[in-house]
């Protein structure tokens, strides 16, 4: 978002006169804006709802996602569905977009239902939505208020916008708090890198990666970086909370330690969605033990 004369300001309802604020050209990716962000994404969602040929395309891509996570044994009957539904002319839901591609999907399902069936389909799509829709929508009151989201975001952040609360672990660098946004309620955990530690070990370069990190991942089986800010003494990482205690805690001193088969197969699977996000992000997570695998209170 840039500062245009000077200048931000929001009129009437939500819109933006005078270019007061933009997006530059050449920020303006539709990976990063529309899928990436998750405000965007589901800004981006919503305005394909108003269309029903795009809201077509969104759910084509939703039932590929789906069908990349189903087991082994569903795929395939997955796979048929998408195709009677989505690239079969005679479907009402048909999308006109993947129906070059049509063919050689049904064709490699037949042949092995594998995870990358529809991947060229998923191309396609994505390039077909960056063009004129991706424009489109930029001219749209759901782009409006997410210029809005982004205005918001450069608002500065303090410690007066938390809450502080008890200490619920301690690190290398510093101690992890509960906090809580004093405008929204919602509670977060507060990891502190003092200054002082940081500079006394070298750690300048070690703080600044584990931001850019957190900055980059965005999963529901990672932690995610919710804000920062610094005070005089510290460094202030504001993260999801996780109030289910860690894995060693729970194999170890929750009744009998270990667990059953198919709590562990959960667990498993779990852990392998978020090193695979983070794998995708050409992140390598180096420290991976049982103490730094948190549970939810679910």
Avoid at 4 to 33: H, M, P, T
Avoid at 246 to 254: A, E, Q, R, S
Wanted: charged share 30%; hydrophobic share 35%.
């Amino acid at each position: 978002v840039e500062e245009v004369n000077g200048k931000e300001e929001v009129k009437n309802g939500g819109k933006f006169f005078d270019s007061l604020i933009s997006i530059s050209a050449w920020n303006r990716d539709y990976f990063s804006l529309c899928e990436k962000q998750p405000i965007g994404r589901l800004l981006f969602r919503l305005y394909c709802e108003t269309r029903p040929d795009l809201q077509r395309c969104i759910q084509l891509l939703d039932a590929m996602e789906d069908y990349e996570v189903s087991p082994d044994e569903k795929r395939k009957s997955r796979g048929d569905e998408i195709i009677k539904t989505f690239l079969n002319k005679q479907s009402s839901k048909c999308v006109d977009v993947a129906e070059g591609i049509a063919e050689r999907c049904k064709e490699n399902l037949e042949l092995s239902p594998c995870k990358e069936i529809f991947s060229d389909c998923c191309r396609t799509l994505h390039d077909y939505l960056s063009s004129t829709p991706f424009a489109d929508y930029q001219n749209s009151m759901y782009f409006d208020r997410f210029l809005q989201w982004k205005m918001l975001e450069r608002h500065p952040i303090t410690k007066d916008t938390f809450r502080q609360y008890r200490v619920l672990g301690k690190g290398g660098f510093g101690e992890v708090c509960a906090c809580q946004v004093r405008a929204t309620g919602k509670m977060y955990a507060c990891k502190k890198l003092e200054k002082k530690r940081i500079k006394k070990r070298k750690g300048e370069a070690m703080a600044l990666n584990e931001k850019q990190i957190l900055e980059k991942v965005n999963s529901r089986f990672v932690v995610s970086l919710a804000y920062a800010y610094e005070t005089k003494d510290a460094l202030c990482l504001v993260l999801t909370i996780m109030n289910g205690g860690d894995l060693k805690f729970h194999i170890y001193n929750m009744g009998t330690p270990g667990f059953e088969k198919e709590r562990v197969q959960f667990y498993a699977a779990e852990i392998c969605c978020g090193l695979e996000h983070l794998h995708r992000e050409s992140i390598v997570y180096r420290d991976l033990k049982p103490e730094n695998i948190l549970l939810d209170d679910n």
